[in-house]
């Protein structure tokens, strides 16, 4: 199966106000899967925008709402076309319909010397939503396309190298994103250069943290070909042999640990919660011994 194709090119660049140039490579890469994905993204943009489209003028009967201006019915079309993103894909053709209907002046029954009025009601109808197809198959066959930037030359990365770091990227931009998200490195109530600095070290030990007892379980399930239950609360029989650090955070959020003092301040029992079976499993696989979990579990007797 195809994962990619594409191609590079090679281009001279210089900083603005500056005579300072360097070489960069361009590569225009399209994946087959995305182009299948993007295709099915605009075949229901454009069936959505059809159904909203034909929603605008609906036939005559109680209770409809009709709109009776050209310039609201092309504004509402504009709407529909912007807002599923397929302006120029879509045209659309209406009618302006007119009815009259003839009554008499004032009340009672009408008669042959009775004055009379015409009213007239005047409804715009959409009659024909087609597709154009010419610009719909020029923007499929861009679908799947995208250009990447490197500085690096072919040896230290090759064009195939450069996709499969690119698809790779997520696991960077998880990092940023536990950062931010899970450790709330913004915003710094701190004012000084060396606070910010010290805290940003601080939170971004916390992410290595995070980060390491992901790689390291999920390395330990990939080499056992194992799975774990019980991380997605949503549906206890469900498996994972990729579980996220915050869902292993979160299995061992019942621990708890209790102390009991006397009088004197003086601790005379701790009693910690027992591990479960999961949970026990889970030591094993960080490679944390149970019994250092135990030690927390001290009795003191005092005199």
């Known amino acids: 199966m195809l994962a990619a194709e594409g191609y590079e090119c090679a281009r001279t660049c210089c900083a603005p106000d500056s005579e300072e140039e360097w070489r960069e490579r361009v590569l225009v890469v399209r994946s087959p899967m995305h182009a299948t994905q993007q295709a099915a993204g605009l075949e229901k943009r454009l069936s959505h925008a059809e159904t909203t489209l034909r929603a605008l003028t609906p036939p005559r009967g109680r209770g409809k709402r009709h709109i009776t201006d050209e310039a609201t019915l092309v504004e509402a079309i504009d709407r529909v076309l912007t807002a599923h993103r397929v302006e120029g894909l879509l045209s659309v053709v209406w009618e302006k319909q007119v009815e009259q209907t003839t009554q008499y002046v004032g009340r009672g ?29 020029a923007r499929s066959h861009r679908f799947g396309w995208k250009a ?4 690096a030359g072919h040896t230290r990365l090759s064009l195939p190298d450069a ?15 536990r950062l931010k998200s899970r450790v ?44 774990l239950p019980g991380l997605h609360p949503e549906n206890k029989q469900k498996m994972t042999d990729k579980p996220t650090a915050e869902r292993i955070l979160k299995a061992f959020s019942d621990i708890s640990l209790t102390i009991i003092k006397n ?5 005379i ?33 005092g005199t």
């Open 263 to 267: 009088a004197a301040g003086e601790e």
């Open 109 to 137: 029954r009408g008669s042959v010397s009775r004055e009379k009025r015409v009213i007239q009601k005047t409804r715009y109808h959409i009659t024909c939503i087609a597709r154009q197809e010419d610009p719909i198959a």
């Open 148 to 151: 990447f930037v490197t500085n």
């Open 184 to 227: 709330h490195i913004a915003p710094l109530f701190v004012k000084l250069n060396e606070q910010i600095e010290g805290l940003t070290y601080l939170l971004t030990l916390g992410v290595r943290v995070l980060t390491v007892t992901e790689f390291v379980l999920r390395r330990s399930l990939e080499t056992a070909q194992a799975s």
């Open 269 to 301: 029992l701790r009693r910690l919660t027992p591990l479960s079976g999961l949970q026990e499993d889970i030591l094993q696989r960080l490679g944390l011994e149970i019994p250092l979990y135990g030690q927390l579990e001290i009795q003191v007797i």
């Open 163 to 177: 996709v499969l770091c690119y698809r790779n990227e997520y696991r960077v931009e998880r990092i940023f994103h």
